[in-house]
């Protein structure tokens, strides 16, 4: 199959500081090439899903409007590429919603959205093609459809996804529910179950999607009906700015995807094994690809993770479990139980009024 | 007192890796400004003992030579100050033998020499004029005169001077014995009895000490006297090049001081509590001092020392007991406990052939 009939939503918001010092404020990861493959993750989540892409829709900040636009110039004036400002980040429902009313409002309500995150990485991009293809054809059935990652290991970095009954669709099953973070022991009881990782890729009619929206969040709905009404118009910028802020900020999972697979509203695509899905959460996640960047000297030094962005060479001697990252103006030294409490550091930064390393 | 009576020696040899990446092979400590004070630790050494000085000699190795010179000019022609090579290290025997010996020569044999290391930090000068002045009466007097240092802490990384009973010459008493590197119940015990660290400050008469050498190293005496004999002649460098590789390999410490000691021959002069030596032998001893190095962000990082050469930020977060240090081209991460394994990881270095790092 090569048809084009997915809108693809690729919400490029908010930078974290999970992988501080290389990522920053105004150098957010899906800018980077993480990979050293020549692409950043934002143009590699571009290419990946070109094949099914009638339209693509990038919802980003305004201070990264520019440089999306720098890293894929065929965005600009393009028929059906487009790069949407949102004035301040709300989460990822606000975003995917606006780009959805957008869809609706170009291509109809029948149109298939399908959101992915700007700053994954996937080994297999025919793998995901595949798994579009089967939760598209559940959308077009209703269903706001996830697209579920085979667990790797019980990892209690990532929310699970619950599924149930097999349906009458080609790889698809019922989703009993969406589960949090769980803890170690949980995490294993659930990959023992055959609970999948919920990545955050869902695929759903943009009508569908809208009418959840206007039933169980009708203040947002209506928010966004106001600006997707103003878009392209003499009055976008103001409908935008005065609507947008009071925007409730929240999740697509809180918002929708929980509650209605709550009803039995929405449906799983179980990836291939084999997609070599990776959020990229930290920088034991980046050490297990293979890139270029440079390598350390290690003397007795069992568990550790580097990063080296810089000509240094970096001995580590009698360590275990660190993480240590260069960069030409910054060096992070921390373990992995600790990464949480970066954030803690780069307020200390700004603090010191070092925006620079922000 | 501004009498100028003493001969100093300076052994300047081997740079070691316990500060590496700091201190490199072609940029041995004792060359570097640690303090940021704007003198190198050779030239501080030089300037304290200046006040005392009838004459200085340098003993380092060709690599240094020039260094040496570059850093005190005022060596280079003048008549009572000089830079002497040694063609390999052999420890400090040989080193100070070989200065000692053509002390004797030029000055005669009732000339005092005292060998002082050439890379540690002495924060009250005047105080070890004082207590030169002392160990010099003793000197005269026949001895083999150390210098104590009154203990700070129970260190295991020093030798310790076991000090017998008063002399009768001002603050000196006679040395029962000198004890090697003891663990840290040991060096407890020797701190509560009195026992003061050897920090390698030797001073005698020339002769005394050509004497000494004479009748426990036979051997060396005669390669020395072979050198000294040739020194400034036609010969010179064939005679060194010749005998220097047959000499042993052997520390003051094991070759004169401890068995004089056992004879009753050697003496010390505790050193004013108040003198703050500190051989600067690690990076938790730099640390102490109060330099213009750069600091790190700490977030819940106790016991943590950095060392920052670069405009680098460091930040550590989450990590106890590190040892961090950063030079342009190199960046060290060990603890003090594996501080020893540095050399494995400089070796390694080696191997790989980036000699730019040794």
């Known amino acids: 199959m090569t048809h084009r009939d997915l809108h693809v939503i690729i919400p490029a918001g908010g930078a ?38 009638a339209s693509i829709t990038i919802v980003t900040g305004a201070a990264h409007r520019d440089a999306v636009l720098a890293q894929l110039p065929e965005f600009d004036g393009h028929p059906d590429r487009f790069v949407v400002t949102e004035p301040s980040g709300r989460d990822s429902m ?4 606006l780009a959805t009313y957008l869809v ?23 793998l995901l093609v595949t798994a579009v293809d089967a939760a598209a054809a559940a959308a077009r059935q209703g ?35 969406f589960v949090e973070k769980p803890d170690a022991a949980t995490a294993a009881r659930y990959v023992d179950q ?67 697979a709550a009803e039995g509203g929405v449906a799983v695509v179980p990836a291939d094994p084999g997609l070599g899905w990776t959020d990229l959460g930290d920088f034991r996640a980046l050490d297990e690809l293979d890139t270029r960047v440079g390598d350390a000297l290690r003397v007795e030094a069992p568990g550790t ?29 921390t373990r992995d139980a600790a990464a949480q409490k970066v954030k803690e550091a780069v307020d200390a930064l700004a603090q010191e009024g070092r925006t620079d390393l922000l």
């Open 104 to 126: 609706r409002r170009r291509y109809g309500a029948d149109a298939v959205v399908g959101s992915f995150a700007a700053d994954h990485l996937i080994a297999r991009p025919d």
């Open 94 to 97: 606000p975003a995917i919603g």
């Open 143 to 177: 269903f706001v459809t996830t697209i579920g990652i085979t667990p790797t290991e019980p990892s209690s970095a990532y929310g699970y996804i619950h599924p149930g009954a097999a349906l009458d669709l080609h790889r698809v099953r019922r989703v009993e529910s």
């Open 16 to 53: 974290g500081t999970r992988l501080w010092p290389l990522s920053r404020r105004r150098r957010p990861k899906f800018l980077l090439d993480l990979t050293g493959a020549g692409r950043t993750l934002l143009q590699a989540t571009v290419d990946r899903l070109e094949a099914r892409a």
């Open 194 to 260: 055959g609970y999948l990782w919920n990545a955050g890729m869902f695929l759903m009619g943009a009508g569908v999607l809208a009418g959840h929206l206007a039933r169980l969040h009708p203040e947002l709905d209506e928010g966004l009906e106001a600006i997707a009404d103003a878009w392209g118009g003499r009055d976008q910028d103001e409908v935008l700015d005065s609507t947008w802020p009071h925007l409730r900020h929240i999740a697509i999972d809180h918002a929708v995807a929980e509650p209605v």
């Open 305 to 333: 993770v580097v990063h080296v962005g810089t000509d240094q060479r970096v001995v580590l001697v009698g360590v275990e479990d660190l993480v240590v990252v260069t960069t030409p103006d910054a060096i992070l030294v």
